[in-house]
């Protein structure tokens, strides 16, 4: 339902077009972890329907205080997808729930930076440290990550409440551009700091070519 629902809003408010680098053009394989950038309020939406075009409905990882939402707690809970309690004993929680996603053949999706940058402005940015929960989930359930970068979302929605607001409401006249690049699966390997750099090396590689498809430029060094 949630990627059905992204499927049919994200175009309402932008202009969306979708690379990967799969050989025949499709998504992530089933089983993957598919890691992303996480920017802005509107990025989920972004990559949900960025995945949908390309035939991928995951299960999510998301903060658990979505779930206390009335009405919407109910649908991610019967969809499958996986809160995340940060900063608290019952974090470990979503590990689990993440590995039998991904046991019984589901993709799942995980922001590694665990939250959104302290920005107010609307460009974009590289992606920060990873937290050592994709390290984890990747070597207990041996799955690969598939790096996803996004570029755009902050054109939709940044900043502080009111600009957020601002931004979403004149997004459908604005129509920003926004493009979502899937890399090649990779193995994590090394210790959890190692693999979780490299998990970031990997996402960052993939934001850096969405960035340039919308005619961006990222300075050599990032």
Known sequence: MLSSIA???VPAFGSLTV???AEDGGGPAPGSIVAANHTSLFDPALVLAALRRLGVEPVVMATAGLWRIPGL??????EGHVPVYRRSPRAGEALDGAREALAA???VLIYGEGGLPERGDSGEAAPERFRLGIARLARESGAAVVPLGQAGA???SSGGAGKQVAGLLTAPGRRPALHVHVGRPVTLAGDPVTAAEQARRAVTDAWRTAVERLGGTVHPSV
Request: with cysteine; hydrophobic share 35%; charged share 35%.
């Open 7 to 9: 499927h049919r809003l």
């Open 19 to 21: 690379t990967t680098d």
């Open 73 to 78: 707690g109910a649908v991610l809970a019967r």
């Open 105 to 107: 053949g589901r993709c």
């Open 154 to 156: 902050r054109r939709v």
